[in-house]
């Protein structure tokens, strides 16, 4: 058997977002929670369809982009009616402009603010996903206003290029609070290194 680093190559680091990778039922219903019966979903990296079949019994319509035409063969049951099938490249196909939220379900994902920029501009308002904490799952406002990083206070952050993390500062200015709140930025630390 191939180890990951066999199947992704040493010098490939985006080759992280070819490998399917199907998740639990928790994490499924995580997603599940957070969509609405009038949604217009697209799936990016959709695998064998497991999800976007289950998303298409809450929502009005779903797109599932999956990029390995294998691993869409691996769904042998009949699909629903209002579940739309693309096996296309999701970093360079067009995005249908009728989409309310998108589903990003990739934890080593390298190209979270492309497919960010790419889903507001299609008007899309909501991206459920685990790319940028690599665990759990949230849902990031896109057409939200993010302000720039140096303003952020002493907290948890998750900014527009995909980075999350802590900005650090007294420690005696702590306070349980800041676990519960995340500042939505932009131009963080990160971004200079990205």
């Known amino acids: 058997?191939?180890?990951v680093v066999d199947v992704i190559g040493?010098?490939?680091?985006?080759?992280?977002?070819?490998?399917?990778?199907?998740y639990d039922a928790a994490t499924y219903r995580a997603v599940l929670e957070k969509l609405f019966k009038d949604d217009v979903v697209l799936e990016i990296g959709a695998g064998?369809?497991?999800l976007a079949i289950l998303m298409a019994q809450?929502?009005?319509?779903?797109?599932?982009?999956?990029?390995?035409?294998?691993?869409l063969e691996l769904q042998s049951q009949s699909l629903p009616d209002n579940l739309i099938v693309l096996n296309e490249d999701a970093l360079t196909f067009p995005f249908p402009i009728d989409i309310s939220a998108a589903v990003l379900l990739m934890r080593h994902c390298t190209h979270f603010q492309h497919y960010a920029e790419r889903l507001k501009?299609?008007?899309?308002q909501r991206l459920i996903t685990n790319a940028r904490w690599?665990?759990?799952?949230?849902?990031?406002?896109?057409q939200l206003n993010r302000i720039p990083y140096r303003?952020?206070?002493?907290?948890?952050y998750a900014c527009w290029c995909g980075s999350a993390g802590f900005k650090v500062g007294a420690a005696e200015a702590y306070s349980p609070e800041m676990d519960l709140n995340i500042q939505e930025v932009i131009n963080c630390p990160q971004c200079v290194v990205c």
């Not at 040493?10 to 199907?22: G, H, L, V, Y």
């Not at 501009?121 to 899309?124: D, I, K, P, S, T």
């Not at 303003?151 to 948890?156: E, R, S």
């Open 10 to 22: 040493k010098q490939d680091e985006t080759a992280w977002e070819k490998i399917w990778s199907p």
């Open 151 to 156: 303003q952020a206070q002493m907290g948890w």
């Open 121 to 124: 501009n299609a008007g899309c």
């Open 58 to 71: 809450i929502s009005r319509k779903v797109y599932a982009i999956e990029i390995q035409r294998d691993v």
């Open 134 to 142: 690599g665990m759990g799952i949230e849902e990031v406002l896109l």
């Open 48 to 50: 064998d369809l497991r």
């Open 1 to 3: 058997m191939n180890s």
